[in-house]
């Protein structure tokens, strides 16, 4: 008896230094031989790595497969995560992602899921519903976000206005990767809001923004806006108030040019706030060699599709704003999308049973 | 200006919602602040349809048409769980939240004009935000309870730690709903559904936390030490909140997009 308690007592620790263990090999890992090489685990290396965790969980589970798989382990795992999520936050770039340790212990919480999953799943009962949704949508999207997101591209192209391109640039490596379509970039345009005006008192020293009744009794009017190519926005105003009844320009200042502030007393001003960006939106024609050319409009939040890939807004010559002569599109391919949004499904799903269930097991 | 009949609007709601919160402290008996809820909700969509087809297109665009959208939903999910867990001071806290929410737009009308930037004009911005900020009132109330059980002050320490269960995982229900629409709308304008930024990062350890707990209760061990994570989750919300908006680095990436 005596014996049994200290073998278990000797057993608890094991299986936590061995996680400690694959850790710090991680870190040395790291430190020879620097980030993990992620372009290792791309097709088909990352299907195979998925059919063995699948094999895992179907097997029967002797003692070690138990202990990978059990709870406590999986507390273990998800505070170790945790922790290093912690140094990822404090520090100022997000390179552990793609570190050593941190792949080593993504990869150990990927076989504890696996085989609490099959486990679950074998005895399955209809109140496991939740429970099944929680677990096998996170390994579901785990994979996907993970293992999968080695064979995804994220290319770049800058494009000039009338241009036509059918490559795009990698950042990362440099490369520049054929398309199998061709953009043409007809215009780029932007839209601002409304600008807004400022009442600026010196001898007060406080500024407050001025709307159609502002508490001081000022109104502004907007007689006339001006945004010419390569000079800074300006507005005719007409300001009228308490002993005030006049009109000039205003300018929110650029990269060239001053602000501009109207006078309007002695201490008091009229500043115009720097333009605040609407929307902006690329005009474009794909054209693949089969079908004639497509015009669409590519905006934030309005991605486009080109079979297998999906195009998204991304920047302009920020100098320029609304002059701006080229548009930079981001082009995105990722095969596993589908498993990711089945996984983000089963959660969310499984998300409301907790909502539903809350602490009654 | 449809928006001038707003306060009309706005103000037979309040009242409606207020009321319900009172009748369900007052009585045992559900009909009534079923009857208000709903109508106080009826009254409110009328005004939306108004501006809707005013509009020409759905209220959407301004912080103003945001705000009324905040609104209505965080009465309605602090509703459905009033249901479902009948909370009261729940149906009274998303209640108040709608009514500051009201109160903006009614006293700051210059606010209407100031427009959201292209990446947040997406149907997923306001479920987002309104779920987060629904779980950010329960795990406040879940910290609260884990704090009674803490100080040892509470006079009955085991229903305690059942209500912190159900709240936390009630709460983490709504942290993770908020968390995958945000990922879905993240991959919706930048092609990604995960980043890693600062606030991902953040929120990605406050839920791996809340986790931890939840399967920590599970297990035997020391309660008191299980239940300090509730406190120090909540401290990883705050930053994660906190951290959106006065985060040097959140400032800069307001700009980039
Ligand atoms: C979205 C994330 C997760 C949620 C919402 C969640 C929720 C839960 C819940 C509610 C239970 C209790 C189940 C019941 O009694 O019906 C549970 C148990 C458990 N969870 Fe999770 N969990 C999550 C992630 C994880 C992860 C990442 C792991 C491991 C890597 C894990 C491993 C376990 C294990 C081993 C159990 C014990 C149940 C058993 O042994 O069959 N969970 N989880």
Redesign the pocket.
């Known amino acids: 008896m005596e014996r049994e308690g200290d073998s278990k007592q000797k057993a608890a620790p094991v299986k936590y230094t061995i996680i400690l263990a694959v850790i710090t090999a991680g870190v040395l890992l790291q430190i020879t031989t620097g980030q993990f090489p992620y372009e290792l685990i791309r097709f088909p290396v990352n299907l195979i790595i998925i059919m063995v965790l699948i094999t895992l969980a179907a097997l029967k589970q002797g003692k070690i497969l138990a202990i990978a798989?059990?709870?406590p382990v999986?507390v273990f795992?998800?505070a170790l995560i945790a922790i290093q999520s912690i140094v990822m936050g404090l520090m100022t770039d997000n390179s552990l992602k793609g570190s050593w340790p941190f792949a080593m212990t993504y990869f150990m919480?990927l076989i504890?899921?696996a085989l609490?999953v099959g486990?679950?799943a074998r005895s399955f009962r209809l109140q496991?519903t939740?429970?099944i949704l929680?677990?096998a949508g996170?390994f579901i999207l785990l994979i996907a976000s993970g293992l999968g997101a080695a064979d995804s591209r994220h290319l770049f192209m800058n494009i000039n206005e009338g241009e036509s391109l059918d490559y795009a640039e990698d950042y990362e490596t440099g490369d520049a990767l054929v398309l199998p379509f061709n953009i043409t970039l007809e215009d780029f345009s932007m839209e601002y809001y409304p600008p807004k005006f400022f009442l600026i008192d010196a001898k007060r020293g406080i500024m407050e923004q001025l709307s159609e009744e502002s508490s001081q009794g000022y109104k502004v009017a907007t007689d006339s806006l001006s945004d010419k190519a390569g000079f800074a926005p300006e507005a005719l105003i007409s300001v009228k108030g308490p002993g005030v009844d006049t009109t000039g320009w205003v300018s929110s200042g650029s990269y060239t040019q001053p602000r501009k502030l109207m006078q309007i007393d002695q201490f008091r001003y009229i500043s115009m706030g720097d333009p605040e960006t609407k929307s902006y939106c690329s005009r474009v024609v794909l054209s693949r060699d089969n079908e004639s050319g497509r015009r669409e409009e590519i905006r934030v939040n309005h991605p486009v599709k080109s079979g297998s890939w999906c195009i998204y807004q991304f920047s302009y010559d920020r100098q320029m704003g609304n002059h701006s002569k080229y548009s930079i599109l981001e082009l995105v391919r990722d095969p596993w999308i589908i498993p990711a949004y089945i996984g983000l499904l089963m959660?969310m799903a499984?998300a409301v049973s907790?909502f539903w269930k809350g602490g009654k097991? | 200006m449809i928006w001038r009949e707003f306060i009309y609007f706005a103000v037979i709601s309040l009242f409606f919602w207020v009321s319900g919160v009172a009748a369900i402290y007052l009585s045992k008996k559900r009909l009534l602040p079923n009857i208000m809820f709903i109508a106080g909700v009826v009254v409110f969509i009328a005004f939306i349809i108004k501006l809707w087809v005013a509009n020409g297109h759905p209220p959407l665009r301004t912080m103003g048409e945001t705000r009324l959208w905040y609104s209505l939903f965080i009465v309605i999910i602090g509703y459905i769980t009033w249901l479902r867990w009948s909370y009261k001071w729940l149906m009274g806290y998303s209640t108040l939240v709608s009514a500051v929410f009201i109160l903006i737009n009614i006293l700051k009308p210059e606010i209407h004009s100031a427009g959201l930037m292209p990446a947040l004009q997406s149907p997923w911005f306001i479920p987002h935000v309104t779920v987060y900020i629904l779980s950010y009132a329960i795990m406040g109330a879940a910290t609260i309870a884990s704090i009674i059980f803490l100080s040892g002050k509470g006079v009955k320490q085991e229903a305690l730690v059942g209500v912190a269960d159900n709240l936390v995982r009630i709460g983490?229900g709504f942290l993770?709903m908020g968390m995958l629409m945000g990922a879905v709308w993240a991959k919706e304008a930048w092609g990604d559904y995960w980043t890693w930024d600062p606030k991902e990062i953040w929120a990605f350890i406050t839920a791996a936390t809340y986790?931890v707990y939840?399967?920590l209760r599970?297990m035997t061990i020391n309660l008191k030490l299980i239940m300090w994570l509730i406190p120090i989750a909540f401290l990883f919300l705050m930053i994660t909140w906190l951290g959106v908006s006065y985060l040097p680095s959140a400032v800069n990436s307001i700009h980039t997009y």
């Open positions: 798989g059990s709870l999986s795992l998800i919480l504890n899921l609490t486990r679950r496991d939740g429970f929680n677990h996170l959660l499984g907790l097991l | 983490l993770l986790l939840i399967h599970r």
